[in-house]
């Protein structure tokens, strides 16, 4: 088989071309692989795949162990994941939260993502009583989240235990962080 060289280039400027899409969704926190999304709507989108929905608190419940990404694409959502496990993907969050007001993330043991929780442009959100373990980089990520509540979670095993950056006013209370490089 012959290859010319304008076969290479166009091979390498292809490979880099996706490299640089998959580094780009890898920061911003969406996941190529499945995503789960939890909306405000009758059947709280996914929410039915994974577990119950409560429409009239915003409440998905998880009724067993998921893996993937949940993304919360709404408001005045509650993900309560009545022990369960999340496990990442490993390139990106495994719970992300992006321009959202009033999210509550509670009661979920998460692992295997780049970061546990990732809460991004995101205000008055509570991440509470969490289980977060073995994610490569952070446990929580808090960028560009003003007022948020981050309390009563272990951390075990993440680069970071909780990252902030561009953020205001969050408190941070109540957190065991253990076997992490950085704390907070």
Wanted: hydrophobic share 40%; proline share 0%; aromatic share 6%.
């Amino acid at each position: 088989m012959t290859v010319t060289r304008w076969s290479l280039r166009w091979q390498a400027a292809t490979a880099f071309a996706i490299a640089f899409a998959a580094l780009a969704m890898a920061s911003t926190g969406v996941s190529h692989a499945a995503a789960r999304s939890i909306i405000d709507d009758a059947t709280g989108g996914d929410c039915s795949s994974m577990g119950a929905w409560n429409a009239s608190t915003k409440t998905c419940i998880l009724t067993s162990d998921v893996s993937g990404q949940i993304r919360i694409a709404g408001s005045g959502i509650t993900l309560d994941g009545n022990g369960h496990t999340l496990t990442g993907d490993g390139s990106s969050a495994a719970v992300y939260v992006f321009s959202q007001s009033g999210v509550t993330v509670k009661n979920l043991k998460v692992t295997g993502g780049s970061s546990g929780i990732q809460l991004v442009s995101s205000s008055g959100n509570t991440i509470e009583s969490n289980v977060i373990t073995g994610n490569t980089q952070y446990g929580v990520q808090v960028n560009s989240s003003n007022s948020n509540v981050v309390r009563n979670n272990e951390f075990t095993a993440n680069q970071f235990g909780i990252y902030v950056v561009g953020s205001l006013d969050n408190l941070i209370e109540g957190n065991i962080v253990s076997a992490a490089t950085y704390g907070i």
